[in-house]
């Protein structure tokens, strides 16, 4: 298994009720502790975006990319 190492997500999504919640819940899920969430709306209505800072691994990284991509009301995920 890889180091860990400071990932920082940039997550576009949809501004509506339960979209944190549930983006919340794939780190909660994962055992990932979430170091810093910053949310804000973006130009566009209806749309926010939505920075994550957490410690994950090479391999959690990706799963969790790919799980945060896979929800209802999200729209790009850029992983750095």
């Known amino acids: 298994m890889t180091e860990p190492r400071d990932t920082i997500l940039t997550i576009a999504i949809h501004d509506r009720l339960g979209v944190l919640a549930r983006v919340a819940t794939v780190f ?8 810093s969430l910053t949310l804000a709306r ?19 990284r990706e799963r969790v990319r790919a799980a945060i991509d896979g929800l209802v009301d999200v729209l790009s995920v850029e992983v750095a």
């Open 42 to 60: 973006t130009g566009e209505p209806e749309r926010a975006r939505l920075v994550v800072h957490a410690v994950l691994p090479g391999p959690q």
């Open 28 to 35: 909660h899920r994962r055992g990932v502790a979430i170091r």
